[in-house]
Every structure is written in structure tokens, then in C-alpha cells.
């Protein structure tokens, strides 16, 4: 197994994780015959977005340490399934971790069973702003929408993140969770308009 060193630990980015440049042909073919090498490079090439959807799926669900693990496990679950992967077929590399990593996401939330608050924001969610800086009611507004995120069911979590942070296309989003594209509008439907009453919470507070 390649030692995965995990540059990502550092905090998310505040920006929408775009799509990596995807990894070269030729390293991809020798990854899929099993070159050391290669595969550190496919690691080094991938670990953020997968750590970055990590941490926002799991976030304040557990640890960064659990994070991590379970971006090691993605990562062994690439290099087992890696020989298999069609080089010239549609899916992206980039999409097929991601959706090794969202699946386990998942199997990790509904494993711990943990439960999905109301989607009402809580006291300090509601209270009023009390400053008119700018940065101030900004990370406000960020610390609601991250809350409102948390508070998602993993199934529209997922969905969401994968639009909105990396981009994906609508049948991207389909083919990742292994459901249709009516039901991927659906989803987005309902987690966008979890947000937008989270922030008119908000704003109604002030």
C-alpha cells in the first residue's frame, strides 16, 4: 500500500473544489499495473478533493483522525478495484474515487446511526447579528449554512456537496449515487431549500 501522506489536512478552502486535473494516461496505466510510483502520484493527484468531501460529508459528525482513515480506506479500495477501471470509458477518474469516497461517507453515517437534527437553526443561529462588519456577519452566514449542511440527511448532503463544491454534472451526480436524475433534482431541491431557510432564519432575526 502506498503511504499516503494527506497534504489536505490542512483546513477546507472556502471555495468550490473544481475537478483536479486528471491523471495522465500513462501513470494511470502503470498504476493499474501496480508501479509504486505511480500510484503515490495518483494519490498525491487526488487525496485533496477526496479529503475535502470527506471532512465536509463527515463534518462535525467526527474526528479529522476518522477523516483520515477514511481516506486511507478509499484509497484501498482504489488500488483493489483500480485494474478494473476503463481507461477509455466515460466516467472520469476523478468521479469514480469520488464516488468510492461518497459511498463510504455514507455507510459511515448510517453506520454510527447518527441522528439528523430539524433543519431550525438553533438559538445562536437565530439570535440577532450584533455587529454591521462585514467579515463578521460573513462568518455568520457561513457558520449557518455549515450547520445547515451538517443538519442534512447524508443521501441530500451528498448530493449537494458533489453539485456545489466539485462540480459534478447532473448525471455525474446520478451515476455516483446510483439513483436517477429526477431523484438528484429532488434532492438538490430539498438541500437548497434547507439553506435558504436556514439564512431567512437568519435575516427574519435581525
Do not use: C
Amino acid at each position: 500500500m502506498v503511504s499516503v501522506p494527506f497534504a489536505a489536512r490542512q483546513a477546507e478552502p472556502p471555495v468550490p473544489a473544481t475537478h483536479p486535473a486528471e491523471l495522465d494516461e500513462l501513470t494511470l496505466a502503470r498504476a493499474q499495473r501496480g508501479d509504486a510510483r505511480a500510484r503515490k502520484d495518483l494519490v498525491l493527484r487526488y487525496q485533496r478533493p477526496v479529503f475535502a468531501l470527506l471532512s465536509r460529508m463527515l463534518h462535525a459528525r467526527t474526528t479529522p483522525h476518522s477523516v483520515e482513515d477514511l481516506a486511507q480506506e478509499t484509497f484501498l479500495k482504489v488500488f483493489r478495484a483500480l485494474p478494473s477501471f476503463d481507461r477509455h470509458g466515460a466516467a472520469r477518474l476523478s468521479t469514480w474515487i469520488l464516488t468510492i469516497a461518497t459511498n463510504l461517507a455514507i455507510d459511515e453515517l448510517r453506520r454510527r446511526r447518527i441522528p439528523t437534527d430539524s433543519l431550525s437553526p438553533s438559538d445562536e443561529t437565530t439570535a440577532s447579528i450584533a455587529t454591521t462588519d462585514a467579515d463578521a456577519e460573513r462568518r455568520r452566514l457561513a457558520d449557518v449554512l455549515r450547520k445547515a449542511i451538517d443538519d442534512l440527511q447524508p443521501e441530500y448532503r451528498a448530493a449537494f456537496l458533489l453539485r456545489e463544491y466539485h462540480e459534478f454534472e447532473y448525471a455525474e451526480i446520478a451515476s455516483n449515487l446510483q439513483i436517477d436524475l429526477g431523484t438528484v433534482k429532488s434532492r438538490l431541491s430539498r438541500a437548497r431549500a434547507a439553506l435558504r431557510r436556514a439564512l431567512e432564519e437568519v435575516y427574519r432575526a435581525r
